[in-house]
């Protein structure tokens, strides 16, 4: 991702695998140096949280705030940072108003999560979502996700992204979402040492424009899970446009 600027903000979804890399190491630390190489102001998480007992954090809070994140309050456990193992993390620029967890449509434990979000005073929506492996309730999952988001009583611009589980490039499966949002693609990020599938996909509303958008492939996030991050720059509006020359 290009440097941050008072114009825009960053944004990665990450799959971090419970922060298991290829290697099979449980390496948290490992995680947060590939969320500092990306540079990005708000990380969605998925797979943050272990999916058993308790459903502890598989990044240890004291790490998280030691590397200056904060975390969106939408954790039911008492150790944990997300839920269905969607987080949403920003740094210290971005204001935290509220989180939200959104219910969705299920055979197996999934769910997503809701922020809203101020940055220099403009409001922000962020929802991160991990759906369904085996794609027979994804498009109920995509119409209740899009339902969450309408049903908000305020309005604001909106990034919805996470793991999809939709290989394909242009699917028809996630037709509900396209409708009402536009489709980045930010490229092919699983699996993490020869990514082919687009598993990890970004939707914005008309209001946010897309500067840029791809996948972070650095050496040490082709390691650290067995998926890459996907990040986007975006601008809301309202933020300081750069003076002409």
Not at 22 to 49: F, S, Y
Not at 90 to 97: Q, Y
Not at 186 to 206: E, I, N, Q, T, Y
Request: glycine fraction near 8%; charge should be neutral; avoid cysteine.
């Amino acid at each position: 991702m290009t440097a941050a600027s008072p114009e825009t903000f960053g944004v990665v979804s990450y799959n971090i695998r419970k922060a298991i890399g290829a290697d099979r190491r449980h390496d948290p630390e490992r995680i947060m140096r590939v969320l500092a190489e990306t540079g990005a102001d708000i990380a969605v998480l998925q797979e943050a949280d272990r999916r058993l007992g308790e459903r502890h954090s598989a990044l240890p809070a004291g790490l998280v705030a030691e590397a200056g994140w904060q975390v969106v309050p939408v954790s039911t456990a008492r150790n944990g940072i997300g839920w269905h193992g969607n987080a949403i993390l920003v740094s210290p620029r971005v204001e935290i108003l509220r989180g939200e967890r959104l219910k969705l449509p299920m055979l197996e434990p999934r769910g997503a999560v809701l922020a809203d979000l101020a940055i220099d005073g403009h409001p922000l929506r962020i929802v991160g979502a991990h759906l369904d492996l085996s794609g027979l309730w994804r498009p109920r999952q995509l119409k209740a996700l899009v339902g969450h988001v309408h049903a908000q009583d305020e309005e604001r611009p909106t990034l919805i992204t996470g793991d999809f589980n939709e290989w394909r490039r242009e699917p028809s499966g996630l037709l509900h979402l396209v409708r009402h949002f536009e489709h980045v693609r930010p490229g092919p990020s699983f699996p993490a040492r020869w990514p082919v599938g687009h598993l990890d996909r970004m939707f914005v509303s008309a209001d946010l424009a897309v500067e840029q958008a791809a996948v972070h492939a650095s050496r040490l996030a082709a390691l650290a899970s067995d998926h890459l991050p996907v990040w986007a720059r975006l601008r809301l509006p309202g933020l300081r446009q750069p003076e002409e020359s």
